[in-house]
């Protein structure tokens, strides 16, 4: 248990569901604030019906993955007394999170010009797919879509293959995480100010905004990042996926010494001083004729033999499948797996936060049942036991 964690105190509402948006309050969960999701009554957040598996009913692993250590309080935002109950409950928040579609903020009373009477340094943090205004204000959004429009299946994979997804949803989680930072700063700045303010984070601007060097070479100079062969470096050779005896392995030789280090661990010691490899433009311009002195090197022993030659003195990695990566030693041996009792799975592992507060990272708990601290929650706020009867009969929570 990490004492004291530094969000402790902090409330946040979040009307959220499915990836994103629950992925972003995870986070300030994890540095210990109280994260109250906010889930249609009877059906809840989506994925907690995502497949292909379940803890029962209305729970599933893909819903724990993005909902660990939070608070569920049903509640029907499409009622006006639905409105008003969320909004007693914004006067004693710091926070209001969503990650809905970009016009429905303001239809359900979501904004700081909604609620700044009630909370004047109330932060209201706006996670959509394309923003709250403008010609795609209506549009559904998904990661992928991101990816695609955004260049990223351009730019991966083999130079000869069809446009290619990342393995993830990283644009779902760099949105996520640039949301859980920029909440974050918001509440210094209302703690600092009083006042606080609506943000604004978009799927497709992380998306646009993490094609990083490849937009400013291309913006600046004309020139246009393609697909490189064994999904190397645009320029920086060699630093590409080479095949071993058994399997693969990731080689970056980016900074000169380190090509050096390569070469002598390869024992090619002579290799650097070659007119044709000496330079790093030098080996761009030569790269297949390298490759084609490595290769047969690199193939003639297993990855592990490479990896007890190389690693600490070259920057190299194994190339792990997802089981291999999940059970490798180095990742239990940090912590890297967590367990926590689940009420339909004991022992329930995750993947823990890769977050250390003084050293130790925050442990993880499960994801609440729908509806588990509805009661709760309103209670808190004032509510008394008949006027959270009256609210349920009437299908508000």
């Known amino acids: 248990m990490i004492a004291d964690p530094p969000l402790k105190g902090i409330r946040v509402l ?19 604030a109280e994260v109250i999701k906010i889930e249609a009554p009877g059906a809840g957040d989506s994925s907690r019906t995502s497949g292909p598996h379940f803890l029962g009913a209305q729970d599933s692993h893909f819903f724990q993955t993005f909902n660990m250590g939070k608070r569920s309080l049903t509640l029907d935002l499409r009622q006006e007394e639905g409105r008003e109950v969320f909004r007693e409950l914004a006067g004693g928040a710091d926070a209001v999170l969503n990650n809905l579609r970009g016009d429905q903020p303001a239809k359900l009373g979501l904004t700081y010009a909604a609620l700044s009477t009630l909370n004047p340094a109330l932060v209201c943090v706006h996670l959509s797919g ?3 205004s403008g010609e795609r204000a209506t549009w559904p959004a998904y990661d992928y879509l991101m990816q695609a429009e955004a260049g990223f299946l351009s730019l991966t994979g083999e130079p000869e293959g069809p446009p290619t997804r990342m393995g993830l949803s990283v644009v ?13 700063a918001a509440l210094l700045g209302a703690a ?16 646009m905004h ?8 291309y913006l600046n100079a004309g020139d246009v990042t393609r697909r490189r062969p064994r999904s190397g470096h645009p320029s920086v050779v060699p630093t590409e996926v080479f095949t071993t005896a058994d399997g693969h392995i990731f080689v970056m030789c980016v900074l000169p010494k380190f090509w050096t280090a ?10 650097p001083a070659e007119p044709r490899f000496a330079t790093p433009e030098a080996r761009l311009a030569n790269r297949e004729a390298l490759v084609a002195i490595l290769d047969p090197v690199l193939r003639a022993h297993p990855t592990a033999h490479w990896m007890a030659r190389l690693a600490g003195k070259v920057p190299v990695a194994p190339v792990l499948t997802l089981p291999e990566a999940l059970d490798n030693p180095y990742l239990h041996a940090t912590g890297g797996i967590q367990e926590f009792d689940h009420p339909a799975q004991p022992g329930f592992r995750t993947v823990a936060s890769p977050i250390r507060l003084d050293g130790q990272r925050a442990a993880a708990h499960p994801a609440p049942a729908l509806g588990a601290d509805t009661d709760a929650v309103l209670h808190e706020a004032g509510f008394d036991a008949a006027a959270i009867a009256a609210l349920r009969a009437k299908g508000v929570i």
């Open 14 to 32: 979040s009307v959220e569901q499915y990836g994103a948006g629950p992925w972003a309050s995870m986070y300030l969960s994890d540095m210990g």
């Open 130 to 132: 394309y923003g709250r």
């Open 172 to 184: 779902d989680y760099l949105t996520g995480i640039t949301t859980a930072f920029a909440l974050t």
């Open 192 to 207: 600092r100010s009083g006042k606080g303010r609506d943000v604004d984070v978009t799927l497709y601007d992380v998306a």
């Open 210 to 217: 993490q094609l990083t060097y490849p937009a400013t070479w």
């Open 262 to 271: 390569f070469c002598a661990g390869l024992d090619l010691p002579d290799l």
